[in-house]
């Protein structure tokens, strides 16, 4: 199976300031025949399902904020948060799809300091 | 727009079978660009995948859970279901039924229902 794991594992930032998130996979999510990264990332609020913000770990999904940002490549990502909002306060999980079993970093708690 | 809702016991005693059925509307459980699955989240902790299925295809299982689970597809009722069977206290959790979608192999889940809590308890 391939581990996910995510750093750090909580953070607190600032209204409008910066958030990072970074996950890292045990082995390459790299399909090269197609160049895509098969990772996505999450968030979810409390009492909700996860929804999904990126794929191909870099693609933000349909109405998904323009400061929500995914990069990096191969076994590295990272997901940032240029300005974080209140309604950002959720736990952030990476996820990736190359192969069977699907897998999940352990999650990311992100607060308002 | 594909909306997916989990239904089935919040209780169930160790040693017996949990049954949750997941009920798609908005789209045909029998789409050729779909996969259907559950993913649980005991209270506090993370997301664990349990299994995929897609009509007319090999179904999946997560290998430590593969003896004991089942996922069915019924399309009369647009509907697919999760058995775990011999359940103990580890298997609390918040079940999600979700969908994945096809490129060349299924991908991220980009829908999800609104979850169940399941609490195995005597």
């Known amino acids: 199976d391939i581990v996910m794991s995510q750093s750090p594992d909580s953070l607190a930032v600032s209204l409008g300031e910066r958030a990072t998130i970074n996950c890292k996979a045990s082995?390459?999510?790299?399909?090269?025949?197609?160049?895509?990264?098969?990772l996505a990332w999450y968030h979810q609020r409390p009492g909700q399902p996860p929804k999904v913000l990126i794929h191909?770990?870099?693609t933000r999904e349909s109405g998904v904020p323009d400061r929500f940002t995914g990069s990096g490549s191969e076994t590295d990502f990272t997901l940032t948060i240029s300005s974080l909002q209140a309604e950002d306060v959720a736990v952030y999980y990476c996820?990736?799809?190359?192969?069977?079993?699907?897998?999940f970093g352990q999650g990311t708690k992100v607060e308002i300091k | 727009q594909l909306q997916l809702r989990e239904s089935g016991p919040g209780l169930v005693k160790p040693s017996e079978s949990l049954s949750l059925t997941c009920t798609v509307s908005?789209?045909?459980?029998?789409?050729?660009?779909?996969?259907w699955g559950w993913i649980r989240q005991p209270p506090g902790k993370g997301l664990e995948w349990i299994g995929d299925?897609?009509?007319?295809?090999?179904?999946y299982y997560k290998s430590s859970l593969k003896s004991r689970v089942t996922i069915s597809i019924d399309t009369s009722n647009n509907q697919f279901s999760l058995k775990l069977s011999s359940v103990t206290a580890a298997d609390t959790a918040v079940y999600y039924c979700?969908?994945?979608?096809?490129?060349?192999?299924?991908?991220?889940?980009?829908?999800w229902g609104q979850g169940t809590l399941v609490t195995v308890s005597s």
């Open positions: 979700a969908r994945r979608g096809v490129y060349n192999n299924p991908y991220y889940f980009d829908y």
């Open positions: 908005g789209g045909s459980i029998s789409s050729d660009s779909s996969y």
């Open positions: 299925v897609k009509y007319g295809a090999t179904t």
């Open positions: 082995q390459s999510l790299l399909y090269r025949p197609n160049n895509k990264n098969y």
């Open positions: 191909w770990a870099s």
């Open positions: 996820q990736q799809y190359y192969s069977y079993p699907p897998t």
